[in-house]
Each structure stands twice: as structure tokens, then as C-alpha cells.
Nanobody, 125 residues
């Protein structure tokens, strides 16, 4: 069982930056592809970014490409989401998720086995 805990959310003005962190409780993290998703009120959970277990592959949603960067520090069982040039439409609860196995550009939430509790990101205009 993998337990994930997100942190780093908050309130920021448009154009600002935030860095989200997700810490995993077990060494299963080291063989898991790690993803970030977000869910705004009244909307479905949507894919943001994913990184391979080795950290050598990444994939982003078009809406965040060039603004967000996903990375991982395997020694610390932690994955990060650096968010720059934030927009009001980025406002959502952000979740990290783990999907053990081979690398693939998987964007469907149902394909991920483990989830954190989420952290709120609010971008004011």
C-alpha cells in the first residue's frame, strides 16, 4: 500500500508561482509512475502531468505545457510540481497519484492505483 501526502498549495496572484510536493510512504514509490491531477468545482478530475519511475520521461497536458514542470527526488520518495505563470483557470484541488509498472503516457484517473488527499490551489485575477 502506498500513502501519498500533498503539500504546497495556497493562494497566489495570477502570474505567480507555487511548488507542490507529494511524499510517498513506501519504497513502492521507486517503481511507480507519478502523476498530478486537478479538479475544479463542478468539473471532472483532469490530468496535469506524469513522470516515469526513473524520472527520464515526462508528459504534460497541453493546458500546462511550458508553465508547469514535474520532477522527482527518488531518494526522498517525493515528486514535485513547479507551477509558473499561474492563471485563474488553474484554480483547483491538486492530487498526486501513483501507477506502478511500465512507463506510458497515461492520462486517465482510473489507471492510477493510489491517491493523495489533495491540496487546494487558488489563483486570483
Amino acid at each position: 500500500q502506498v500513502q501519498l501526502v500533498e503539500s504546497g498549495g495556497g493562494l497566489v496572484q495570477a502570474g505567480g508561482s507555487l511548488r507542490l510536493s507529494c511524499s510517498a510512504s513506501t519504497r513502492t514509490f521507486s517503481i511507480s509512475n507519478m502523476g498530478w491531477f486537478r479538479q475544479a468545482p463542478g468539473k471532472e478530475r483532469e490530468f496535469v502531468a506524469v513522470i516515469s519511475w526513473r524520472g527520464d520521461n515526462t508528459y504534460y497536458a497541453d493546458s500546462v505545457k511550458g508553465r508547469f514542470t514535474i520532477s522527482r527526488a527518488s531518494a526522498k520518495n517525493t515528486v514535485f510540481l513547479q507551477m509558473n505563470s499561474l492563471k485563474p483557470e488553474d484554480t483547483a484541488v491538486y492530487y498526486c497519484a501513483a501507477r506502478p509498472g511500465r512507463w506510458a503516457e497515461v492520462v486517465g484517473p482510473d489507471e492510477y492505483n493510489y491517491w493523495g488527499q489533495g491540496t487546494q490551489v487558488t489563483v486570483s485575477s
